[in-house]
């Protein structure tokens, strides 16, 4: 009995196994449209977040992508009552604080989120659970294990694709940009020292998480979009 060639061998093998390989790619494509792409935007207050989910969304949708925009705490009726008590003056424990944040976002996630990326949508979330991480996990003192277990439990496993970060060494740049819009929030208003203990919060993050992307927020707003726009290309 004449035994089988094995399936790479000849010039038909070769066509063949480069077919699948084609058919495996286009299959891996079509699942990211279908399940959609989460990137969420991180970094200290005043770093340029909302202008540069604007250009995305911008860019994006010129490539004929559904895009959706969303904020946290925020995002559905729950979570614009709860961002209000927790951007006020009135002073909060870091516990409920946390738990706050983690009821707007599991609100969020199931009512938002999850149905958006089902039907392919590209969301681009301003803050998640990495705020949680860096704010109330750092610097707020609640430690890195439970901040991880409450953002678990709000969003169900739910992960960011990617995650731009916007990092600025010039606390007063983002100081003068948050006065431009007025009256500031209770996290806007802290101290430079608040401010600096985030900063080194997320850029610990970044350290050992390689879905973060740090762009330097000095540059100028179109050069941090192109950066942005040029590493986001690679997902879709």
Known sequence: MRSLAPLG??????????????????????????????????????????TQIALL?????????????TREPGG????????????SGSAIHPRSELLLFEASRAELVESVLRPKLQKGNVVLCDRFEDSSLAYQGLVRGLGL??????????????????IVLLDTQRSETSRRRLKKRGKMDRFESERASFHRRVR?????????DRRFHIYPAELSKDEIHARIWRDIQRLL
């Open 145 to 162: 294990a439970l901040a991880k277990s409450a953002n678990h439990l709000a969003t169900g496993g739910l992960k960011s694709d990617f």
């Open 200 to 208: 080194q919060a997320y850029l610990k993050l970044a350290k050992t």
């Open 76 to 87: 559905t009726a729950l979570g614009e009552q709860v961002r209000k008590i927790l951007l």
């Open 9 to 50: 061998s000849g010039t038909k093998g070769a066509r063949l196994l480069a077919q699948l390989r084609r058919a495996r790619i286009l299959s891996s494509e079509m699942r990211m449209r279908r399940r959609g792409l989460l990137i969420t935007f991180e970094g200290g207050d005043g770093t340029g977040k909302s």
């Open 57 to 69: 969304a911008l860019a994006l949708r010129k490539k004929s992508r559904r895009v959706f925009i």
